[in-house]
């Protein structure tokens, strides 16, 4: 089940990911450079698809513990209401990964390996139009 990180006021982000490693470093990092109220973190399908949100970020890896983090962004983007800003955040950094993510509705592709970096850069827009 979801497992709450509370933090300052800010963005709600669902982190879908099964590296603790890379979850603790997700914390650290957006914690550190972005206002955050909430992430709950999951690593697996299901429990993605069961957290409770509205999220304002999702944040997708494509291999989980089990199932697919495509299959998690199809969902997501089948449900009714206000859809989260989605970014997969994988080592599949292939083009056809990243074409894939793009059809399913992701609007942003990062590879772990060169892009990790910029995850507060591309979700600070979200939380300028969460708070303005």
Do not use: C
């Not at 669902?14 to 690593?43: K, N, T, Y």
């Not at 800003?85 to 894939?100: Q, S």
């Not at 993510?101 to 609007?107: I, R, Y």
Request: aromatic share 6%; glycine share 6%; no cysteine.
């Amino acid at each position: 089940m979801a497992q709450p990180v509370p933090s300052s006021p800010g963005l709600r982000v669902l982190l879908v990911e099964d590296s603790g490693a890379i979850v603790d470093r997700v914390l650290e990092l957006l914690e550190r450079q972005l206002p955050i109220e909430h992430v709950a973190a999951v690593d697996n399908e299901s429990d993605a698809l069961s957290a409770e949100g509205p999220w304002d970020a999702v944040i997708l890896d494509v291999g989980l513990k089990e199932g697919s983090g495509f299959a998690v962004l199809r969902t997501l983007r089948r449900r009714p209401g206000p859809q989260p800003f989605v970014v997969m955040l994988t080592n599949y950094g292939r083009p056809e990964f990243r074409a894939l993510a793009n059809s399913f509705g992701a609007q942003e592709f990062l590879n772990k390996t060169t892009d990790f970096e910029r995850l507060p850069e591309v979700l600070r827009p979200v939380a300028m139009r969460r708070f303005h």
